[in-house]
């Protein structure tokens, strides 16, 4: 039988929230380094990650998160988007990616951007002679939502 904790993960730390490092530290004693992170926790992605220091995230050999609320970059006047993507690809490259076709795209700019996306990121002492790829979409992409139109991949993302 699994191990389960009916909590939120967050930065926050009480009755119904924990950090990821806190649960870290609770679930993964002795657990040094080739874990895989999957995180959709539907918005509190970017607080969990900004809580969560570069020790930990190293960690995670695979890191699979889905960005919510892309559309707000554009209005993201203390730059806390820009932070987070940096924190993230500090030691790990994005190696897919994937729009997420729940909540449709938002043009600003001329440039789409989809309010969802799928992002998978390797850390870099796991990276042997990659190139970047630009037929997208991968042939193991698939709907996210099967009764609402794909979004493809504008290529501004991947040129």
């Given at each position: 039988?699994?191990?389960?904790?009916?909590?939120?993960?967050?930065?926050?730390?009480?009755?119904?929230?924990?950090?990821?490092?806190?649960?870290?530290?609770?679930?993964?004693?002795?657990?040094?380094?080739?874990?895989?992170?999957?995180?959709?926790?539907?918005?509190?992605?970017?607080d969990?990650i900004?809580?969560?220091?570069?020790?930990?995230?190293?960690?995670?050999?695979?890191?699979?998160?889905?960005?919510h609320?892309?559309?707000?970059?554009?209005?993201?006047t203390?730059?806390?988007?820009g932070s987070?993507?940096?924190?993230?690809?500090?030691?790990?490259?994005?190696?897919?990616?994937?729009?997420?076709?729940?909540?449709?795209?938002?043009?600003?700019?001329?440039?789409?951007i989809?309010?969802v996306?799928?992002?998978?990121?390797?850390?870099h002492?796991?990276?042997?002679?990659?190139?970047?790829?630009?037929?997208?979409?991968?042939?193991l992409?698939?709907?996210?939502?099967?009764?609402?139109?794909?979004?493809?991949?504008?290529?501004?993302?991947?040129?």
């Amino acid at each position: 039988m699994g191990d389960f904790e009916k909590k939120f993960i967050s930065s926050q730390y009480g009755e119904s929230f924990i950090t990821l490092q806190s649960w870290m530290d609770n679930k993964l004693t002795g657990s040094e380094g080739d874990l895989i992170l999957q995180m959709d926790i539907e918005g509190a992605e970017y607080d969990s990650i900004v809580s969560t220091s570069h020790s930990y995230l190293n960690k995670f050999r695979i890191i699979v998160i889905e960005l919510h609320w892309l559309d707000e970059m554009v209005f993201d006047t203390f730059n806390i988007f820009g932070s987070i993507f940096r924190k993230l690809t500090e030691n790990h490259k994005v190696v897919h990616l994937h729009p997420n076709n729940c909540c449709g795209v938002f043009t600003f700019n001329g440039i789409e951007i989809p309010r969802v996306m799928e992002v998978t990121l390797l850390r870099h002492d796991r990276l042997r002679g990659c190139e970047p790829r630009t037929d997208f979409p991968h042939t193991l992409d698939a709907k996210n939502v099967l009764e609402k139109p794909d979004i493809l991949l504008p290529r501004v993302w991947f040129e």
